[in-house]
């Protein structure tokens, strides 16, 4: 079959006839089916079931001797802090282990830089006259919620199969002093599944930027995320490249074990310089007297250490490697002759990142809705939601049982056709 962009006149009439009715079928089996955000199945949150036992009665005592159930603590136990360590490949001393999610800690990260003065700083943010975030896209969401929140301006850089366009981003936080930070997901970003080279990481710690407190808010959210446990990507210690290059302060990095054990009853840490770290402690110090330590220790008692996190990860990735499997599978099935739509192949993480024909994202995820299919609002992974392109579409396939996001995908699929044909007939 030529590709739709090929179609003639009368060969796009009798496809959108056919999509038409194929598409009325699926309305008719009134499906409620949802792939809006990439949560874990009720399959991998059973995994950590030994959460509820792994403590007994007179299981409180931390390592160092800390009564878990009392006050205090407030950079996290040692146990949880080592545990970190060694999934981000830096030094302990380096490590703030807090509450369960990382998400919190980068709000409030922000909210902290601007009130306070950072390291290297000359004033607290909110004393500019504005603040200047660089947002690699297509990318998180929820980043882009939190700056849009503090009512920053937000820079839409492209990224690359690299990470972020360090041409854009090197020319843009040399010339301009109101650039503060940039976002990065770097092992598996969200949506793309791009894991940052180890040049464009090198280049990240290397970079002259015209503010001094400039920030990379290195969102290690998927570090041990991979889809086969033997061919996993990874990054250089970003700590260290920035210490080496000079800039020590650079970078504060958040991980979670929110996708590792229990999404809502996890622990959360970032790591950073010392300097950094004292920042945070500090202020740290008026809001809370510690963390909740019996769910670092429980998760500590669970988990032990590196190896028992990835032995843990390969069993998570039993279960989700068959979903992307049937994403790629039924996306090649319906679309790749069609030259209407690209995607990734990502090796880890919790999406897949489609690239609709322009002009109809958002007319794709209108008609899945109707149908019974709910899809990530089209748009949510720039900048006040907007994609200049209207172009980009986030599959979350990971909570889906594989019976329903076979149709969900079937749905979707004839979505992607409907709409292509309609804006190529316009």
């Not at 590792?260 to 809001?287: D, E, P, R, Y």
Request: hydrophobic share 40%.
């Amino acid at each position: 079959m030529p590709s739709y962009l090929e179609f003639t006149t009368e060969q796009s009439d009798r496809e959108l006839q056919a999509l038409t009715e194929r598409y009325q079928a699926f309305s008719e089996q009134k499906l409620k089916l949802n792939m809006t955000r990439g949560k874990p199945c009720p399959e991998q949150l059973a995994l950590s079931a030994g959460l509820m036992t792994c403590l007994g009665e007179q299981d409180f005592k931390a390592s160092d001797g800390t009564d878990c159930r009392n006050y205090g603590g407030l950079d996290g136990l040692p146990e949880a802090r080592s545990l970190f360590a060694e999934l981000l490949n830096t030094n302990i001393g380096h490590i703030s282990v807090q509450g369960n999610s990382s998400l919190n800690i980068m709000y409030d990260t922000l909210i902290k830089a601007m009130f306070f003065t950072l390291p290297g700083g000359e004033k607290p943010w909110s004393k500019l006259e504005k603040v200047r975030f660089i947002c690699p896209v297509p990318g998180y969401d929820r980043h882009f919620f939190v700056t849009q929140e503090l009512g920053f301006d937000m820079i839409p850089v492209p990224m690359t199969a690299e990470g972020p366009d360090m041409d854009a981003v090197e020319g843009l936080v040399a010339s301009d002093p109101l650039i503060k930070g940039i976002w990065i997901v770097p092992v598996y970003s969200n949506p793309e599944g791009v894991t940052c080279s180890e040049a464009t990481c090198r280049r990240l710690a290397a970079m002259e930027t015209a503010a001094d407190d400039f920030r990379i808010m290195w969102d290690n959210a998927y570090v041990v995320h991979h889809l086969d446990p033997n061919d996993g990507e990874a990054t250089p210690d970003i700590l260290q490249l920035c210490a080496d290059a000079g800039h020590p302060d650079r970078v504060f990095e958040f991980a979670s074990t929110s996708k590792i054990t229990w999404a809502g009853a996890g622990m959360a840490c970032v790591a950073s310089s010392t300097a950094n770290l004292a920042f945070i402690h500090k202020h740290m110090s008026i809001q809370t007297i510690g963390p909740d330590k019996v769910n670092q220790l429980r998760h500590c008692r669970f988990l032990k250490d590196k190896a028992g996190v990835m032995a843990l990860m390969a069993r998570h990735a039993e279960i989700l490697r068959p979903k992307f499997a049937l994403v790629h599978e039924v996306l090649t099935r319906e679309l790749a002759d069609t030259d209407i739509c690209t995607w990734k192949n990502p090796k880890g993480g919790y999406f897949v990142s489609l690239s609709v024909l322009p002009g109809t994202a958002s007319e794709v995820v209108h008609l899945a809705k109707a149908c019974g299919v709910e899809l990530t609002p089209a748009g949510n992974p720039y900048p006040h939601g907007k994609d200049p392109q209207n172009t980009n579409i986030r599959l979350a396939p990971s909570f889906p049982p594989l019976s329903e996001l076979q149709p969900a995908l079937e749905v979707l699929c004839t979505c992607i056709k409907i709409a292509a044909l309609r804006k190529l007939r316009s």
